[in-house]
C-alpha cells in the first residue's frame, strides 16, 4: 500500500508567506570554486566539474530590510499576526504548525517554491532527536514521486555523518535541491567525537567540513527549535553561516518566536478539522469506604426497550474468586449472581438504571456513573480495566469504520518490556502480565459480541485473526534478538534507538493494510521512550499503561494519534473526501488512568498554554486596527469607533459577560444563523465574527467525553419500507453532475470595471513622526512602544518606487493566480483605466493580490451564473442512512422522535430542534428525515448537503416532496456568497433530476414551510 498526497490549501499557504517575504528576488543560481584541499590525492578529468560549487544568491541589496520588514508585516496582517515591529536578527522566520498536519512535507513544499521563485538549493535540516532524524528521512522518501509530478525535479537529501565525507563535496558541488538532514548532537557533541564538523581531517584533505557547507549559504530549517535549540546551539548555527533561518514547531517558546509569519495552532487546526477528534474514557476510582465490594460500571446500554447496565464484579467459582462482565437489568442480584460472595450481601440489587445520566443506583443507596470503580482496585486491576476498555472502544470504530475500508489500530505505551514479553531459561519468549490480561479480555470481548443484521464480513474478519497474533510488541531488540527496554540518557524521555525507529517506519504502511493473512496486528504494544517515532495515521484508540508522570504532557501523549486517518488505497480522509463526517470518522479516544474531568482539564491547560498568544477575552481593543472586508470585497481598518461600537453590541446582543467571555447565547445564536453585529459593520459581518472566533475560549477545544453519546441512532425499517418515503426516496436520490458554460469576454468585461471601481493599492512611503510619552498603562505597552502619543506626522510619498530594478512577471502572476489564459489576462489589463494600471508600480505585491482577488470573485459569479446540473445514472443507495454511525446525548442533543426515519433525532442548533418537533407532530407530515452527510451535491464551491427531506400526505398539501435548508435569518447579505452559490446549484440539481416535483427551499421555521408547500 503506497500513501497518498493531495495538495492541501494551509500547507500552500504557509510555504508562499515564506516566498512573500523575499518578493522581488530575482532567480539566480551563482556557482563558485570549491576548496580542493592539500595532500595527495589524484587528478581526474572532470576535476573542473567535481569541484564547481553552488551556492544559494544572498538577497540583493535593493531588497533592504525595511522593505523585508514591510512583506513580513504584509503577510502577518493577512494571517491574523500581530505585526512584528523590527527584524529578529537577518531573516528569523518562524511557522507555527500543529502535530499532526504535515509539518515536515510543509518545508519540503517550501524548499521547492523557493528554488522555483528565487533558485535557492541548498537547505539543512537541523532536528533535536534521533527519532524525529529517522521520521523527516521516511517523509522525504515517501513524498519524493508526489513532489516530483508536481515540480519537475527530485530533491537529493541524505543524513549528515561524519565518517562519509564524500556526501558534503556533493551537498556543495551537486547544482539540483540538495538537503542533509542533520541531528542537533552532530555539532553539538564534546568528547571524543568531539565534533569532527570542525576538524581539518585527513580523510578530508585537511579541509573542515564546516567550512565547506557554510560556502553554500545554507538555508536553515529548524524542526522543533524549542528542543533543538539551546544556548550552545544557537550559538553554533551561525558557523553554518545560513542565508536565513526557518523555524517550524507545533509549540514555540515564547522568547524565541522571532518575525512569525504564519501560523496554525492548535484551535484553527482543530476547527478546520485537520486533525483528529480528541475523545476521552475516563476511569474514576470512587473510594467509597463504606464497601470493599468491588464493583466496576462499564457502560450503560439504551434502546427501545428498557435500558441495561454492563457490570464487572467478582465471582466466587470452583477454582478461586474471578472478575466476570455481565449486562444486567434493573432487579439483578449481585449476591446471587456472585455465587454469594459476603462482599454484596448488603443491599446489592440494581434498583435504578439511569439513560439521562448515565448511573446505576442499588437498594442500598450506592450509586455509581459510567466509567466508575469501587472496592478493593489493584494497579493490576485498573490496567486491566484500561486493557479492556481499549479493547471495546477499538472494536466499536472498527464496526464503524470497517466497510469504509479503513484498518483499526490501537496503541498501548507501556514502561517495562517484562510487563509484555518474558524470556525463560533456554530464552524462548513467554507473554508478560499485560500481554496475558489483553488475551484474556479480547477472547471474552469477542465472544460476547452482539451482531446486527449485514455484518457477515466483519465477522469473517474478526474470526480470521486469533488473539494471540492480534497484538504486536514494537521494542529496542538486543543482539540475541530479544525485547529489552531502551537506554535512556539521565533526564531524557526519548531513547536514541535507530533501529527500532526503523522497525517503526519500515511497518509503517504494513501496518495500515486489512488484509488479516498479511497484517493481523491490530494491537500494539511500545515502550513509552519510543513515543516520538508513531506516527501512525490510523491510532484511534492510545492507552498509556502506566501512571501519566509529570514530564510527559499529555498533549505529547495525544499527538502520536492526532494525524487523519486513511483508507486502504492510502487516501487521506479528509474534508475533500468526507465533507462533515470528518470529525464522526476521525475520533481518537484516550484510555485514561484517570477521571475524564482531570484528563480533560489537564490537556485544556496545556492547549492553553500552546496558544497564549491568542486573546482570552473579546474587547474593544480585540477589533480595532484590524482590517474588516465586506460582501463585495471592500476593505476597511476598524477605528476606535467602530470597535467600541462592535463590543458595546455584543455586550447588548449578551454575546459576552462582564469579563468578556463568550456567552452560551453567543454559540447558540452562531448555530442558527443568527448572530447578530453592529450595524456600523453589518455588511462585514462575515469578517467580524472570524475575528471574534480567534478568541481562545476552552469549550471549543473541550476533548468529548468519550463515554457521553449515549445513543445510537438506529433505522427504522417500518418507515423506510413506508411508501411514503419510497416515493419521496426514488425522485431526490439521483446523482447529477454540473456544467459550467460562461462567456469569457462577459468576464473579461465584467473583471475590467470591477477592477476600476474598486482596485485601491496603498503606496510605499516613508512617514516622519513625532510623539511624547504621556502616561504609562502597563509593562507590555511600554516594550511595545505604544506608550508614546503621536502628535504630527508629514508622509512623503514615492521616496521610493517598488525598488524599479526588481522585476515582477505581473501577467504570469496573475494566471497563476486566476486560472484564466495569458490570452484573457492581457484582455482585462488592457481594458482597465491607464491610473488604475499605473497604481502597479507603486505597489507591485499589493496590486497583484488584490486583482485576482477580485477577478476571482468575478469568476466565482460567473460560474454560478452559468451552471446546468445533468442526471446521471448513478443514485444513492439506503446505505447513506444504515452504513453511518451517528451518536448523540438524550436530552442534550438527542431527542426520541415518532416520524423520523431514525427512532431518535440529533439536532446541531435549538433552531433544528424545533423544527423536528414541529415536522413530528404535523398531521401533515407521513415521514422526514435529517439527510446525514454522506448525501451530497456537487458544486463547484464544494460538497453540499441539503438539512431535511420531508414527505407530505398526498392531498394535505400542494408539494408533496420537499428539501428544506434551515437557516436561522432569512437576510440574503448575511448568508454570505458561498452558501448562496451552493443553494442556487442546490435548486438547479433538483429541478434536473425531479422534473419540478421535488421543491427544494431555505425556510427559517415550519410556518414558512407551510407558506411554501400550501401555495
Same mark, same amino acid.
Given at each position: 500500500?503506497?500513501?497518498?498526497?493531495?495538495?492541501?490549501?494551509?500547507?500552500?499557504?504557509?510555504?508562499?508567506?515564506?516566498?512573500?517575504?523575499?518578493?522581488?528576488?530575482?532567480?539566480?543560481?551563482?556557482?563558485?570554486?570549491?576548496?580542493?584541499?592539500?595532500?595527495?590525492?589524484?587528478?581526474?578529468?572532470?576535476?573542473?566539474?567535481?569541484?564547481?560549487?553552488?551556492?544559494?544568491?544572498?538577497?540583493?541589496?535593493?531588497?533592504?530590510?525595511?522593505?523585508?520588514?514591510?512583506?513580513?508585516?504584509?503577510?502577518?496582517?493577512?494571517?491574523?499576526?500581530?505585526?512584528?515591529?523590527?527584524?529578529?536578527?537577518?531573516?528569523?522566520?518562524?511557522?507555527?504548525?500543529?502535530?499532526?498536519?504535515?509539518?515536515?512535507?510543509?518545508?519540503?513544499?517550501?524548499?521547492?517554491?523557493?528554488?522555483?521563485?528565487?533558485?535557492?538549493?541548498?537547505?539543512?535540516?537541523?532536528?533535536?532527536?534521533?527519532?524525529?532524524?529517522?521520521?523527516?528521512?521516511?517523509?522525504?522518501?515517501?513524498?519524493?514521486?508526489?513532489?516530483?509530478?508536481?515540480?519537475?525535479?527530485?530533491?537529493?537529501?541524505?543524513?549528515?555523518?561524519?565518517?562519509?565525507?564524500?556526501?558534503?563535496?556533493?551537498?556543495?558541488?551537486?547544482?539540483?535541491?540538495?538537503?542533509?538532514?542533520?541531528?542537533?548532537?552532530?555539532?553539538?557533541?564534546?568528547?571524543?567525537?568531539?565534533?569532527?564538523?570542525?576538524?581539518?581531517?585527513?580523510?578530508?584533505?585537511?579541509?573542515?567540513?564546516?567550512?565547506?557547507?557554510?560556502?553554500?549559504?545554507?538555508?536553515?530549517?529548524?524542526?522543533?527549535?524549542?528542543?533543538?535549540?539551546?544556548?550552545?546551539?544557537?550559538?553554533?548555527?551561525?558557523?553554518?553561516?545560513?542565508?536565513?533561518?526557518?523555524?517550524?514547531?507545533?509549540?514555540?517558546?515564547?522568547?524565541?518566536?522571532?518575525?512569525?509569519?504564519?501560523?496554525?495552532?492548535?484551535?484553527?487546526?482543530?476547527?478546520?478539522?485537520?486533525?483528529?477528534?480528541?475523545?476521552?474514557?475516563?476511569?474514576?476510582?470512587?473510594?467509597?469506604?463504606?464497601?470493599?465490594?468491588?464493583?466496576?460500571?462499564?457502560?450503560?446500554?439504551?434502546?427501545?426497550?428498557?435500558?441495561?447496565?454492563?457490570?464487572?464484579?467478582?465471582?466466587?467459582?470452583?477454582?478461586?474468586?474471578?472478575?466476570?462482565?455481565?449486562?444486567?437489568?434493573?432487579?439483578?442480584?449481585?449476591?446471587?449472581?456472585?455465587?454469594?460472595?459476603?462482599?454484596?450481601?448488603?443491599?446489592?440489587? *440494581?434498583?435504578?438504571?439511569?439513560?439521562?445520566?448515565?448511573?446505576?443506583?442499588?437498594?442500598?443507596?450506592?450509586?455509581?456513573?459510567?466509567?466508575?470503580?469501587?472496592?478493593?482496585?489493584?494497579?493490576?486491576?485498573?490496567?486491566?480495566?484500561?486493557?479492556?476498555?481499549?479493547?471495546?472502544?477499538?472494536?466499536?470504530?472498527?464496526?464503524?469504520?470497517?466497510?469504509?475500508?479503513?484498518?483499526?489500530?490501537?496503541?498501548?505505551?507501556?514502561?517495562?518490556?517484562?510487563?509484555?514479553?518474558?524470556?525463560?531459561?533456554?530464552?524462548?519468549?513467554?507473554?508478560?502480565?499485560?500481554?496475558?490480561?489483553?488475551?484474556?479480555?479480547?477472547?471474552?470481548?469477542?465472544?460476547?459480541?452482539?451482531?446486527?443484521?449485514?455484518?457477515?464480513?466483519?465477522?469473517?474478519?474478526?474470526?480470521?485473526?486469533?488473539?494471540?497474533?492480534?497484538?504486536?510488541?514494537?521494542?529496542?531488540?538486543?543482539?540475541?534478538?530479544?525485547?529489552?527496554?531502551?537506554?535512556?540518557?539521565?533526564?531524557?524521555?526519548?531513547?536514541?534507538?535507530?533501529?527500532?525507529?526503523?522497525?517503526?517506519?519500515?511497518?509503517?504502511?504494513?501496518?495500515?493494510?486489512?488484509?488479516?493473512?498479511?497484517?493481523?496486528?491490530?494491537?500494539?504494544?511500545?515502550?513509552?521512550?519510543?513515543?516520538?517515532?508513531?506516527?501512525?495515521?490510523?491510532?484511534?484508540?492510545?492507552?498509556?499503561?502506566?501512571?501519566?508522570?509529570?514530564?510527559?504532557?499529555?498533549?505529547?501523549?495525544?499527538?502520536?494519534?492526532?494525524?487523519?486517518?486513511?483508507?486502504?488505497?492510502?487516501?487521506?480522509?479528509?474534508?475533500?473526501?468526507?465533507?462533515?463526517?470528518?470529525?464522526?470518522?476521525?475520533?481518537?479516544?484516550?484510555?485514561?488512568?484517570?477521571?475524564?474531568?482531570?484528563?480533560?482539564?489537564?490537556?485544556?491547560?496545556?492547549?492553553?498554554?500552546?496558544?497564549?498568544?491568542?486573546?482570552?477575552?473579546?474587547?474593544?481593543?480585540?477589533?480595532?486596527?484590524?482590517?474588516?472586508?465586506?460582501?463585495?470585497?471592500?476593505?476597511?481598518?476598524?477605528?476606535?469607533?467602530?470597535?467600541?461600537?462592535?463590543?458595546?453590541?455584543?455586550?447588548?446582543?449578551?454575546?459576552?459577560?462582564?469579563?468578556?467571555?463568550?456567552?452560551?447565547?453567543?454559540?447558540?445564536?452562531?448555530?442558527?444563523?443568527?448572530?447578530?453585529?453592529?450595524?456600523?459593520?453589518?455588511?462585514?459581518?462575515?469578517?467580524?465574527?472570524?475575528?471574534?472566533?480567534?478568541?481562545?475560549?476552552?469549550?471549543?477545544?473541550?476533548?468529548?467525553?468519550?463515554?457521553?453519546?449515549?445513543?445510537?441512532?438506529?433505522?427504522?425499517?417500518?418507515?423506510?419500507?413506508?411508501?411514503?418515503?419510497?416515493?419521496?426516496?426514488?425522485?431526490?436520490?439521483?446523482?447529477?453532475?454540473?456544467?459550467?458554460?460562461?462567456?469569457?469576454?462577459?468576464?473579461?468585461?465584467?473583471?475590467?470595471?470591477?477592477?476600476?471601481?474598486?482596485?485601491?493599492?496603498?503606496?510605499?512611503?516613508?512617514?516622519?513622526?513625532?510623539?511624547?510619552?504621556?502616561?504609562?498603562?502597563?509593562?507590555?505597552?511600554?516594550?511595545?512602544?505604544?506608550?508614546?502619543?503621536?502628535?504630527?506626522?508629514?508622509?512623503?510619498?514615492?521616496?521610493?518606487?517598488?525598488?524599479?530594478?526588481?522585476?515582477?512577471?505581473?501577467?504570469?502572476?496573475?494566471?497563476?493566480?486566476?486560472?484564466?489564459?495569458?490570452?484573457?489576462?492581457?484582455?482585462?489589463?488592457?481594458?482597465?483605466?491607464?491610473?488604475?494600471?499605473?497604481?502597479?508600480?507603486?505597489?507591485?505585491?499589493?496590486?497583484?493580490?488584490?486583482?485576482?482577488?477580485?477577478?476571482?470573485?468575478?469568476?466565482?459569479?460567473?460560474?454560478?451564473?452559468?451552471?446546468?446540473?445533468? *442526471?446521471?445514472?448513478?443514485?444513492?443507495?439506503?446505505?447513506?442512512?444504515?452504513?453511518?454511525?451517528?451518536?448523540?446525548?438524550?436530552?442534550?442533543?438527542?431527542?426520541?422522535?415518532?416520524?423520523?426515519?431514525?427512532?431518535?433525532?440529533?439536532?446541531?442548533?435549538?433552531?433544528?430542534?424545533?423544527?423536528?418537533?414541529?415536522?413530528?407532530?404535523?398531521?401533515?407530515?407521513?415521514?422526514?428525515?435529517?439527510?446525514?452527510?454522506?448525501?451530497?451535491?456537487?458544486?463547484?464551491?464544494?460538497?453540499?448537503?441539503?438539512?431535511?427531506?420531508?414527505?407530505?400526505?398526498?392531498?394535505?398539501?400542494?408539494?408533496?416532496?420537499?428539501?428544506?435548508?434551515?437557516?436561522?435569518?432569512?437576510?440574503?447579505?448575511?448568508?454570505?456568497?458561498?452558501?448562496?452559490?451552493?443553494?442556487?446549484?442546490?435548486?438547479?440539481?433538483?429541478?434536473?433530476?425531479?422534473?419540478?416535483?421535488?421543491?427544494?427551499?431555505?425556510?427559517?421555521?415550519?410556518?414558512?414551510?407551510?407558506?411554501?408547500?400550501?401555495?
Amino acid at each position: 500500500m503506497k500513501l497518498q498526497f493531495k495538495h492541501q490549501k494551509f500547507q500552500a499557504d504557509a510555504a508562499k508567506a515564506v516566498v512573500d517575504v523575499f518578493a522581488g528576488q530575482p532567480y539566480l543560481t551563482p556557482s563558485y570554486m570549491m576548496d580542493k584541499g592539500s595532500g595527495y590525492y589524484q587528478q581526474t578529468i572532470t576535476e573542473e566539474q567535481d569541484y564547481t560549487g553552488w551556492s544559494n544568491q544572498k538577497i540583493v541589496p535593493e531588497l533592504n530590510d525595511r522593505l523585508i520588514l514591510e512583506h513580513i508585516n504584509t503577510i502577518q496582517r493577512a494571517n491574523q499576526i500581530k505585526p512584528s515591529t523590527k527584524l529578529e536578527g537577518r531573516y528569523n522566520l518562524t511557522i507555527e504548525m500543529e502535530t499532526g498536519v504535515g509539518k515536515t512535507y510543509t518545508y519540503i513544499k517550501t524548499m521547492y517554491e523557493l528554488n522555483k521563485h528565487y533558485g535557492w538549493s541548498k537547505f539543512i535540516v537541523v532536528v533535536p532527536s534521533i527519532a524525529i532524524r529517522e521520521g523527516v528521512y521516511k517523509s522525504f522518501q515517501v513524498t519524493q514521486e508526489h513532489f516530483a509530478e508536481e515540480y519537475g525535479k527530485k530533491i537529493r537529501f541524505f543524513i549528515y555523518n561524519s565518517t562519509q565525507l564524500t556526501e558534503i563535496d556533493r551537498f556543495a558541488s551537486d547544482s539540483s535541491i540538495n538537503v542533509m538532514i542533520i541531528n542537533s548532537q552532530a555539532f553539538n557533541a564534546k568528547g571524543k567525537d568531539a565534533r569532527r564538523i570542525y576538524m581539518k581531517l585527513d580523510e578530508f584533505r585537511s579541509r573542515r567540513p564546516i567550512d565547506i557547507i557554510a560556502k553554500t549559504n545554507p538555508i536553515m530549517i529548524i524542526d522543533e527549535p524549542q528542543s533543538v535549540e539551546g544556548k550552545q546551539t544557537k550559538e553554533n548555527l551561525k558557523q553554518f553561516n545560513p542565508l536565513m533561518t526557518l523555524r517550524y514547531s507545533a509549540t514555540h517558546k515564547s522568547d524565541s518566536i522571532y518575525n512569525m509569519i504564519y501560523r496554525l495552532d492548535a484551535m484553527e487546526a482543530y476547527n478546520k478539522r485537520l486533525v483528529k477528534k480528541i475523545a476521552v474514557k475516563g476511569i474514576t476510582e470512587s473510594g467509597s469506604t463504606a464497601t470493599e465490594s468491588y464493583i466496576y460500571l462499564e457502560s450503560i446500554n439504551l434502546s427501545k426497550a428498557a435500558p441495561t447496565a454492563t457490570i464487572q464484579f467478582d465471582m466466587k467459582g470452583a477454582t478461586g474468586i474471578r472478575k466476570i462482565t455481565r449486562t444486567v437489568s434493573e432487579g439483578y442480584n449481585l449476591y446471587d449472581n456472585s455465587g454469594q460472595m459476603e462482599e454484596y450481601k448488603q443491599g446489592f440489587v *440494581v434498583s435504578r438504571i439511569d439513560g439521562r445520566d448515565d448511573s446505576v443506583e442499588f437498594i442500598n443507596g450506592i450509586k455509581l456513573y459510567a466509567g466508575d470503580v469501587i472496592g478493593k482496585v489493584s494497579e493490576d486491576q485498573l490496567r486491566r480495566i484500561q486493557i479492556r476498555e481499549t479493547i471495546l472502544s477499538h472494536i466499536q470504530r472498527e464496526r464503524e469504520l470497517f466497510y469504509k475500508g479503513i484498518k483499526v489500530l490501537s496503541l498501548f505505551f507501556i514502561d517495562e518490556v517484562a510487563k509484555y514479553k518474558q524470556y525463560d531459561a533456554a530464552g524462548q519468549p513467554m507473554n508478560g502480565s499485560y500481554a496475558e490480561m489483553f488475551e484474556e479480555e479480547y477472547k471474552d470481548v469477542i465472544s460476547n459480541l452482539q451482531i446486527d443484521m449485514g455484518e457477515e464480513d466483519y465477522m469473517k474478519y474478526l474470526s480470521a485473526i486469533s488473539a494471540d497474533m492480534t497484538h504486536a510488541g514494537y521494542f529496542s531488540i538486543d543482539k540475541k534478538g530479544k525485547m529489552v527496554d531502551p537506554k535512556l540518557k539521565r533526564k531524557e524521555t526519548t531513547t536514541d534507538d535507530v533501529d527500532a525507529y526503523d522497525l517503526i517506519m519500515k511497518n509503517k504502511e504494513l501496518l495500515l493494510d486489512r488484509n488479516p493473512k498479511k497484517s493481523p496486528v491490530r494491537f500494539i504494544f511500545s515502550h513509552s521512550a519510543l513515543r516520538e517515532g508513531w506516527d501512525n495515521p490510523n491510532v484511534f484508540q492510545i492507552c498509556t499503561l502506566k501512571q501519566s508522570s509529570s514530564d510527559v504532557r499529555k498533549r505529547q501523549e495525544v499527538g502520536r494519534g492526532l494525524r487523519l486517518c486513511v483508507n486502504q488505497d492510502g487516501e487521506r480522509m479528509d474534508t475533500n473526501v468526507l465533507g462533515n463526517d470528518v470529525h464522526n470518522v476521525n475520533v481518537l479516544t484516550v484510555i485514561a488512568s484517570e477521571s475524564y474531568d482531570s484528563f480533560a482539564k489537564g490537556l485544556q491547560n496545556e492547549i492553553a498554554e500552546a496558544v497564549a498568544d491568542r486573546p482570552k477575552a473579546v474587547t474593544a481593543e480585540l477589533f480595532i486596527g484590524k482590517v474588516i472586508k465586506d460582501d463585495k470585497g471592500n476593505e476597511q481598518v476598524v477605528d476606535g469607533d467602530t470597535g467600541r461600537a462592535i463590543y458595546f453590541d455584543l455586550i447588548v446582543n449578551g454575546y459576552i459577560d462582564k469579563k468578556g467571555v463568550l456567552t452560551d447565547k453567543y454559540y447558540e445564536d452562531k448555530a442558527n444563523g443568527e448572530l447578530k453585529v453592529a450595524e456600523e459593520v453589518a455588511d462585514s459581518a462575515a469578517s467580524v465574527i472570524e475575528i471574534i472566533d480567534s478568541i481562545y475560549d476552552s469549550r471549543a477545544m473541550q476533548p468529548e467525553n468519550a463515554r457521553s453519546n449515549n445513543v445510537e441512532l438506529e433505522v427504522d425499517e417500518s418507515k423506510l419500507a413506508m411508501p411514503e418515503f419510497k416515493a419521496l426516496w426514488a425522485k431526490i436520490n439521483s446523482k447529477s453532475v454540473y456544467v459550467v458554460d460562461f462567456d469569457t469576454d462577459e468576464l473579461v468585461r465584467k473583471s475590467t470595471d470591477s477592477l476600476d471601481r474598486k482596485l485601491r493599492v496603498s503606496k510605499i512611503y516613508f512617514k516622519v513622526e513625532t510623539g511624547a510619552m504621556e502616561q504609562i498603562h502597563s509593562k507590555e505597552e511600554l516594550v511595545s512602544g505604544a506608550s508614546f502619543v503621536k502628535e504630527e506626522s508629514a508622509s512623503y510619498e514615492n521616496v521610493v518606487s517598488a525598488s524599479s530594478n526588481v522585476k515582477y512577471d505581473l501577467i504570469g502572476k496573475l494566471v497563476d493566480e486566476t486560472g484564466l489564459t495569458r490570452k484573457a489576462v492581457i484582455q482585462i489589463l488592457q481594458g482597465i483605466q491607464p491610473t488604475t494600471f499605473n497604481q502597479f508600480k507603486d505597489n507591485p505585491e499589493e496590486f497583484i493580490i488584490k486583482a485576482a482577488s477580485l477577478i476571482n470573485d468575478e469568476k466565482a459569479t460567473a460560474i454560478i451564473e452559468h451552471i446546468t446540473y445533468d *442526471v446521471m445514472d448513478d443514485k444513492y443507495g439506503t446505505d447513506v442512512f444504515t452504513d453511518p454511525t451517528i451518536k448523540g446525548r438524550l436530552g442534550v442533543n438527542a431527542m426520541k422522535a415518532k416520524k423520523h426515519l431514525y427512532d431518535h433525532i440529533v439536532y446541531d442548533s435549538t433552531n433544528e430542534q424545533t423544527f423536528a418537533t414541529e415536522l413530528d407532530t404535523n398531521a401533515n407530515v407521513a415521514v422526514y428525515v435529517k439527510l446525514p452527510d454522506g448525501f451530497y451535491i456537487s458544486t463547484p464551491v464544494g460538497h453540499y448537503n441539503p438539512d431535511w427531506a420531508i414527505a407530505f400526505y398526498e392531498g394535505t398539501v400542494k408539494h408533496i416532496y420537499f428539501v428544506a435548508e434551515t437557516k436561522g435569518s432569512m437576510n440574503s447579505m448575511q448568508l454570505r456568497l458561498i452558501e448562496e452559490s451552493k443553494i442556487h446549484c442546490a435548486r438547479e440539481h433538483f429541478k434536473a433530476i425531479s422534473n419540478g416535483e421535488v421543491v427544494y427551499d431555505v425556510v427559517d421555521s415550519y410556518k414558512s414551510l407551510l407558506d411554501i408547500v400550501t401555495k
